[in-house]
Nanobody, 122 residues
Framework: QVQLGESGGGLVQPGGSLRLSCAASGSISSINAMGWYRQAPGKEREQVAEITTDGGTKYAEAVKGRFIISRDNSGHTVYLQMNNLKPEDTAVYLC????????????????WGQGAQVTVSS
């Protein structure tokens, strides 16, 4: 089982920056994908960014050019650098982890962080 510890949310003015962190612990697969979804009231849940252990990344169109996802050297902590934040970025950001192994393939159910509230407002 993998547990995720998520931090870095807060209140920021439009145009500002925040960095979210998500630290994985437990039985971490050597092949995995980690990233963030976000959920705002009245909006559909949206996948924001993802990074896989081979270094591949993907981003929601709404955040391309503004957000950067990365891993530390251990591969167990993922960061989401959020720049030029906009009010529409306001949401609860939920870190996730999905694993792969030769027996089961990709996991059907991931692990999730507790959520980080990001509020962008003047």
């Amino acid at each position: 089982q993998v547990q995720l510890g998520e931090s870095g949310g807060g209140l920021v003015q439009p145009g500002g920056s925040l960095r979210l962190s998500c630290a994985a612990s437990g039985s971490i697969s050597s092949i995995n994908a980690m990233g963030w979804y976000r959920q705002a009231p009245g909006k559909e849940r949206e996948q924001v960014a993802e990074i896989t252990t081979d270094g591949g990344t993907k981003y929601a169109e709404a955040v391309k050019g503004r957000f950067i996802i990365s891993r530390d050297n251990s591969g167990h902590t993922v960061y989401l650098q959020m720049n030029n934040l906009k009010p529409e970025d306001t949401a609860v950001y939920l870190c996730y982890y999905f694993s792969f192994n030769d027996y089961d393939g990709w996991s059907d159910f991931g692990s999730w962080g507790q959520g980080a509230q990001v509020t962008v407002s003047s």
